[in-house]
């Protein structure tokens, strides 16, 4: 079975610019959840998706976006890029939603961000 | 909100020195989750823990979910340099503590 995929690995953008990051999840998982790994602040929740819908969301600013489609591929948008959006963005996916279920969550190798 | 702190947030030991890396939330948990994470690599679950007291072990690692399921710690016996990585717990999704960084010396 595949593992959760994430394109690209690595992004090199500039500040103002947008990125748009792309999750797929393991086969029959319905909830994906994104996250952003900078040194020292662990694993910041950003938002989950299940069924298509945003279920829950962390204390990110509105620049950050996301969406799921129907196949439970995510994508995630990053506008008006800042120096400080540098960071890992990991996708992990689950079987039931993972902000209530007891599901584990399965990680992709994630998105290493770079904004020059 | 509801937040998980975990400490230390470093910890270097000589192999075979015992680990323990605690995890405290400020409120109940329904659940806690470990995970793994290798330098360079992704975190891998390692487990969960439900009920109160719970107790878990694999091999040498040893789980425990405290009786008020506020807190719940990681040891690991005899450490081995394929221990090192970083140790996160968290409840489900929305909270992860900023995990406990394991470097085990030969």
């Known amino acids: 079975k595949a593992g959760v995929t994430q394109t690209p690995r690595y992004l090199i953008k500039t500040r103002g610019q947008q990125v748009t990051l792309s999750c797929s999840p393991i086969s029959g998982h319905r909830s994906v959840s994104w996250y952003q790994q900078t040194p020292g602040q662990g694993l910041q929740f950003l938002f989950e998706y299940f069924s298509e819908t945003q279920r829950n969301k962390g204390n990110f600013p509105g620049r950050f976006s996301g969406r799921q489609f129907s196949n439970s591929r995510s994508e995630m948008n990053v506008s008006t890029l800042e120096l400080g959006d540098s960071a890992l963005y990991l996708c992990a996916s689950s079987l039931g939603q993972g902000g209530s279920s007891n599901q584990p969550q399965h990680f992709g190798d994630g998105t290493r961000l770079s904004i020059l | 909100g509801q937040q998980v702190m975990q400490i230390p947030q470093y910890q270097h030991v000589q192999e075979g020195e015992d680990f323990t890396t605690y995890c405290n939330s400020s409120t109940t948990l329904s659940n806690i989750q470990w995970y793994k994470q290798r330098p360079g690599g992704h975190p891998v679950f390692l487990i969960q823990?439900?009920?109160?007291?719970e107790v878990k072990k694999q091999k040498r690692l040893t789980f425990q979910f405290g009786e008020a399921k506020k807190n719940s710690s990681l040891h690991i016996t005899a450490t081995q340099t394929t221990d090192v990585g970083t140790y996160f717990c968290?409840?489900?999704?929305?909270?992860f503590g900023k995990g406990t960084m394991l470097l085990v010396s030969p």
């Open positions: 968290g409840r489900s999704t929305l909270t």
């Open positions: 823990l439900v009920k109160s007291g």
